[in-house]
């Protein structure tokens, strides 16, 4: 049962307009949520996150939406640059208890088009 | 560079045997975290250690198992590999036992191929 989804495996974006990823989940237990990217033959770098406590964080290009009626949550980047062609991975946590691990979605390919 | 090192990058066997994958975590930190990534699929967690003492248990099958040592670097260990279990394993690092309020840093990976 795939709690995190990214529905989208890959999104191509003109250089200079905005992407949208997109990511839902299903356990409402979920209060911390990540953004990671990843380039290939690396691993996965933290990019931003967001607290259940609020709707939108912004740092610099990128900005996260969450809506928690809706369990969704996306990231934007404004404006693409072709050095953000990666995959972004949406992740998400539960708070407290024993287990403290991510649940990872399967990743959206983002391709910049100069 | 993240300051997390894993060891070997590529990693080719044969089915049937046993490898051991090397973590070392950033400067400091006392999480460990094992994930492994198949194709077409997101990271799935696998096991979690906390300075020295395992903390969580995701996805990882009774072959595999994990150790943290005093030192704070973690082995994972697959035997009887099978074909299925070639993948991207990652380990990543963070100072705290939770994501909340700190993000994890991940190494680049090792490639294990089974063939």
């Known amino acids: 049962d795939q709690q995190v989804k990214q529905n989208s495996p890959s999104l191509s974006v003109q250089e200079g307009r905005i992407s949208i990823l997109n990511c839902d989940y299903t356990n409402s237990m979920f209060d911390y949520f990540l953004w990671y990217k990843k380039y290939p033959a690396e691993g996965p770098t933290f990019l931003i996150s967001?607290?259940?406590?609020?709707d939108k964080n912004e740092d610099g290009r990128f900005t996260v939406f969450l809506n928690k009626s809706a369990k969704h949550l996306s990231l934007h980047i404004v404006p693409s640059q072709p050095g953000d062609s990666a995959v972004y991975f949406c992740?998400?946590?539960?708070?407290?208890?024993?287990?403290?691990?991510?649940?990872f979605g399967t990743g959206t390919l983002l391709a910049v088009q100069p | 560079d993240s300051g997390v090192t894993q060891t070997p990058k590529h990693l080719i066997t044969a089915t049937g045997q046993r490898v051991t994958l090397r973590c070392s975590p950033r400067s400091g930190d006392l999480s460990v975290y094992w994930y492994q990534q198949s194709l077409d699929q997101g990271l799935q967690f696998l096991i979690h250690y906390y300075n020295g003492e395992e903390r969580a248990k995701g996805n990882i099958l009774e072959r595999f198992s994990a150790q943290q040592f005093p030192d704070l670097h973690s082995e994972l260990n697959l035997s009887s590999l099978e074909l299925g279990d070639s993948a991207l394993y990652f380990c990543?690092?963070?100072?705290?036992?939770?994501?909340?309020?700190?993000?994890?840093?991940f190494g680049q990976g090792t490639r294990l191929t089974v063939v």
């Open positions: 992740a998400a946590s539960a708070a407290g208890g024993a287990t403290n691990k991510l649940i």
């Open positions: 967001i607290s259940s406590i609020k």
């Open positions: 990543a690092s963070s100072l705290f036992g939770t994501f909340m309020n700190t993000e994890a840093f």
